[in-house]
């Protein structure tokens, strides 16, 4: 049986293409976000200040900043992908120091709680039968001295979630869900997020109905990603972080002409197609603003001369005005009042629950008795359409 993880849900919903490439196809790529590896190099600091901890050994500030330079020296490769064209290695570099600092400055001496274990590794079935499986890895798992267990997860983006994200959180409430299927006798647990870079803790918990829910859903979710055949591309602001673009309809494109120089850029053929296009919609559009403009001039001297045919050089305009009765719409406020009138008349179902188009053949036809057309009237307005039509004159009337 297959073993999901919250990534791969995640991934599916973010981008089923993506999913698609790196689970059924099995397509690795070496290439790693320096985002992702700048949290990777803070996680492993974090872990050894508390395995440590667990040995009775109290790491100083600088002792763990020195492990993470080393374990960033020894892990950065030239595969590693900067989106930000205006920030660079140093920048990241500094960033994940900064967020240690501040995590142990918050934090030290780290006696509020006792740990339980750090990336702790879950494997576990969301039914009884164990159908639909589930792995993860819980940062740090603590229990405070009262006997709360908190799973901890240390966050180093630049995003700050709001508590409505942390309640509605899927990834800690299945790892809830993980924790207690390991250890069935511990009931009260609460759920923390430590986002780093804002030196800022949500904490969030979970009822036993929440988490029934939670399960069915995720049930829900891997249906249907087991029984799905179309895989489309989804674009988002992530697009420019994905490892895929290479092999993605949205983005293949871009990643095969970024690179040209610029006589080549300008010379390849999807480039001077697209550049041409919006040449001509361009163009199109100018055309389509003096075409409106004339024809409403048209329409003026039409009204003005009292004419319905207009001769030119070797075309003729035939005009129309043609004018209709219409009523309140669905969503204008007076609409509910039309239907109360029309309800009152005990004529409800001559209009087919308000047809408009029946009402209006009602009302023009005569069909009801004048108080009542009179009362409807007072929501109807005349509005006018105008056309014209162009012709080619015949020889001899030239």
Known sequence: MPIYSHSQLSMYENCPLKYKLRYRDKIKLD?????????????????????????????????????YDKIWRQNWHDSILIVKKDLTKKHYHALGKKMIEIYYQRYSPFDSDVTIGTEMSLNFALDIEKRYRMMGYVDRLSRTVDGIYQIRDYKTSAHLSSQEDADNDRQLGLYQIGIQKKWPDIKNINLVWHYLAFDRELTSSRSEQSISKLKEKTIRLIDEM????????????????????????????????????????LKEPGVVLVNKYAELKEKASEIDEQIEKVREAILDYARREQVQVIKGSDRKARVNFIKKLKFPSRIEEERQELDNVIL????????????????????????WDKELIDEVLKYGRIEETSSIYLSRLKDEGK
């Not at 009152?344 to 069909?367: C, N, P, Y």
């Open 31 to 67: 290439i790693e976000g320096v985002e992702g590896f700048m949290g990777l190099r803070v996680h492993e600091t974090l872990k050894k200040l508390y395995d440590d901890i667990r040995l009775t050994k109290v790491d100083s500030l600088t002792v763990l900043l020195s492990y």
């Open 226 to 265: 087991a029984s799905v055949e179309d895989f489309p591309p989804r674009e988002s602001g992530l697009c420019d972080w994905c490892e895929y673009q290479d092999l993605c309809p949205m983005r293949k494109h871009f990643y095969t002409v970024e690179t040209l120089p610029v006589n080549e850029y």
């Open 344 to 367: 009152e008349a005990g004529k409800w179902m001559e209009v087919s629950q308000l047809d408009i188009t029946a009402l209006t053949r009602a009302i023009e036809g005569s069909l």
